[in-house]
């Protein structure tokens, strides 16, 4: 037999045993979600009195404002917050700093460390939106759901852990470990707030066990052929940065235009940037993790390439960007065009113009290394690159760990209808600061969120189920018990 034919021979041999492979692999894992009742459950009434104490927190607009702003709004919101949990705010050491609320309930006999739970005050604007169903800071309740600003992000958070933490008290619960509570004014600027909670814990020589804060939530259909919802851990957010991009020139006459004009030379770069995809694309973790906790519960057609990531990583990191914006933000730093200026009228040649672009570094590459990546492709077009503000991925969460593992197993048992799955922030929170006191900041706040109600947050008619707002405190209220058992 020749030579070249003994060849193909063989190739077609490696390439149906791989086939082979892939495919009892897939067969081999594939899984259906447990038939078992929740652990939790709520009446009626509690549904009615939380969505009723949304409602109220929402009708106080406590925008987001600059640090050197008054604050009154927010002081109006906390002293609602001691009219709505009274016990709490009674029984908690107050150790509040700079306005934003940072308060502990201490352990009798803590041997695991300290928990702390977060959530933001704060929320951004809604002027000038339209299509808001009902005005964004009158709370409304209807057809099942609480409207407002707020109502997502993040107070429904704050809500859920205050509910959860005044029905213990009420019980008469023995917190065993010191249970703390943050919640800054001015999360959505990237205030100082965390920097001052964290610069405080620091001071007195506090270490945190675990932190939550808000990020992952659960949401359905958030990938193709997997029916029930994911319960979507963070565990690193992606970095924030940035970049001024100025182009320049003698400026002119609009109507004797020469070549190559800033704007041009702007337009020129953005779109090689958009087309191009001038960033390295990786599966890094957490997503081959995250890959790996759905596949079992996929279709088998998607079942092969996610259930066998050691053949099909490099097609993946190349195909998912293809899915969606989100897909292509988890393999690599995006870069967004939000901002530009040039001449001030409309027939006068700007002698320079500028664009502002904002990145989201990937957690293996750099913001440094971003940014280097994007200022070679503006020299090309002989453009000045100007750094605003820049900062790398945060640290990751260890998937292994005992604390990850053991706010899967609480959700698994509260929420048995889901996929647990560990998750990378493509935005930020102000749980990163906490990394400086915390070896385990985790991203999760556990209420359902259609994609509706996801498409919705910064936007108009944002709004939580009364049903997702009463699962959720259950679901804080059996992780404190479990925590302290």
Same mark, same amino acid.
């Given at each position: 037999?020749?030579?070249?034919?003994?060849?193909?021979?063989?190739?077609?041999?490696?390439?149906?045993?791989?086939?082979?492979?892939?495919?009892?692999?897939?067969?081999?894992?594939?899984?259906?979600?447990?038939?078992?009742? +929740?652990?939790?459950?709520?009446?009626?009434?509690?549904?009615?009195?939380?969505?009723?104490?949304?409602?109220?927190?929402?009708?106080?607009?406590?925008?987001?404002?600059?640090?050197?702003?008054?604050?009154?709004?927010?002081?109006?919101?906390?002293?609602?917050?001691?009219?709505?949990?009274?016990?709490?705010?009674?029984?908690?050491?107050?150790? =509040?700093?700079?306005?934003?609320?940072?308060?502990?309930?201490?352990?009798?006999?803590?041997?695991?460390?300290?928990?702390?739970?977060?959530?933001?005050?704060?929320?951004?604007?809604?002027?000038?939106?339209?299509?808001?169903?009902? +005005? +964004?800071? =009158?709370?409304?309740?209807?057809?099942?759901?609480?409207?407002?600003?707020?109502?997502? =992000?993040? @107070?429904?958070?704050?809500?859920?852990?205050?509910?959860?933490?005044?029905?213990?008290?009420?019980? /008469?619960?023995?917190?065993?470990?010191?249970?703390?509570?943050?919640?800054?004014?001015?999360?959505?600027?990237? !205030?100082?707030?965390?920097?001052?909670?964290?610069?405080?814990?620091?001071?007195?020589?506090?270490?945190?066990?675990?932190?939550?804060?808000?990020?992952?939530?659960?949401? !359905?259909?958030?990938?193709?052929?997997?029916?029930?919802?994911?319960?979507? %851990?963070?565990?690193?957010?992606?970095?924030?940065?940035?970049?001024?991009?100025?182009?320049?020139?003698?400026?002119?006459?609009?109507?004797?235009?020469?070549?190559?004009?800033? *704007?041009?030379?702007?337009?020129?770069?953005?779109?090689?940037?958009?087309? @191009?995809?001038?960033?390295? @694309?990786?599966?890094?973790?957490?997503? +081959?993790?995250?890959?790996?906790?759905?596949?079992?519960?996929?279709?088998?057609?998607?079942? %092969?390439?996610?259930?066998?990531?050691?053949?099909?990583?490099?097609?993946?990191?190349?195909?998912?960007?293809?899915?969606?914006?989100?897909?292509?933000?988890?393999?690599?730093?995006?870069?967004?065009?939000?901002?530009? /200026?040039?001449?001030?009228?409309?027939?006068?040649?700007?002698?320079?113009?500028?664009?502002?672009?904002?990145?989201?570094?990937?957690?293996?590459?750099?913001?440094?290394?971003? *940014?280097?990546?994007?200022?070679?492709?503006?020299?090309?077009?002989?453009?000045?690159?100007?750094?605003?503000?820049? @900062?790398?991925?945060?640290?990751?969460?260890?998937?292994? /760990?005992?604390?990850?593992?053991?706010?899967?197993?609480?959700?698994?048992?509260?929420?048995?209808?889901?996929?647990?799955?560990?998750?990378?922030?493509? /935005?930020?929170?102000?749980?990163?600061?906490?990394?400086?006191?915390?070896?385990?900041?985790?991203?999760?706040?556990?209420?359902?969120?259609?994609?509706?109600?996801?498409?919705?947050?910064?936007?108009?008619?944002?709004?939580?189920?009364?049903?997702?707002?009463?699962?959720?405190?259950?679901?804080?209220?059996?992780?404190?018990?479990?925590?302290?058992?």
């Amino acid at each position: 037999m020749p030579l070249p034919v003994i060849i193909l021979m063989c190739i077609l041999g490696v390439i149906v045993l791989l086939a082979v492979i892939c495919t009892v692999r897939a067969v081999i894992i594939k899984k259906e979600l447990p038939n078992v009742k +929740p652990a939790i459950s709520w009446t009626k009434q509690e549904e009615e009195k939380y969505a009723s104490h949304l409602s109220e927190m929402i009708k106080i607009p406590t925008v987001s404002k600059k640090q050197e702003e008054a604050y009154p709004e927010f002081t109006e919101f906390q002293d609602k917050l001691r009219e709505l949990f009274p016990l709490f705010f009674q029984k908690a050491e107050n150790h =509040d700093v700079d306005g934003n609320i940072l308060r502990r309930l201490p352990g009798s006999s803590p041997k695991k460390g300290a928990l702390l739970l977060m959530g933001h005050q704060d929320v951004v604007p809604a002027d000038g939106q339209s299509g808001w169903e009902y +005005p +964004p800071f =009158d709370g409304v309740i209807k057809d099942g759901c609480v409207f407002g600003r707020g109502a997502m =992000d993040c @107070k429904s958070t704050v809500c859920c852990i205050l509910e959860a933490t005044e029905e213990l008290l009420k019980e /008469g619960f023995s917190f065993k470990e010191d249970l703390w509570f943050f919640s800054s004014r001015n999360e959505e600027n990237s !205030g100082g707030g965390s920097e001052a909670a964290v610069d405080y814990l620091k001071n007195k020589g506090i270490r945190l066990n675990v932190v939550m804060d808000e990020g992952g939530a659960v949401i !359905g259909g958030v990938f193709p052929g997997l029916k029930a919802p994911c319960s979507a %851990i963070g565990v690193v957010e992606k970095g924030f940065v940035n970049l001024k991009f100025t182009a320049k020139s003698a400026g002119g006459h609009a109507s004797t235009p020469p070549k190559n004009s800033p *704007i041009v030379q702007l337009s020129k770069f953005v779109a090689e940037v958009e087309k @191009k995809g001038i960033f390295e @694309k990786k599966l890094v973790s957490p997503i +081959p993790e995250m890959f790996s906790a759905i596949a079992p519960y996929l279709p088998l057609y998607f079942r %092969i390439p996610m259930g066998n990531l050691w053949l099909f990583k490099g097609m993946l990191k190349r195909v998912l960007p293809l899915f969606s914006p989100m897909a292509a933000a988890f393999v690599s730093t995006t870069a967004a065009f939000t901002m530009s /200026g040039g001449s001030e009228t409309p027939n006068v040649l700007p002698d320079s113009a500028f664009i502002i672009c904002n990145m989201r570094p990937s957690v293996h590459q750099s913001a440094e290394e971003s *940014i280097a990546a994007i200022r070679k492709t503006a020299d090309k077009y002989n453009i000045e690159t100007e750094v605003l503000y820049s @900062k790398s991925a945060s640290d990751t969460a260890d998937i292994n /760990g005992s604390e990850f593992k053991f706010l899967s197993q609480c959700i698994c048992e509260c929420l048995p209808d889901t996929v647990v799955t560990p998750y990378m922030m493509t /935005g930020g929170t102000d749980s990163r600061r906490f990394e400086a006191v915390c070896d385990n900041v985790l991203r999760f706040t556990p209420t359902r969120l259609t994609s509706a109600q996801l498409a919705a947050m910064h936007a108009a008619n944002e709004n939580i189920g009364v049903s997702a707002l009463a699962e959720g405190v259950k679901v804080y209220k059996y992780y404190i018990e479990k925590y302290n058992a």
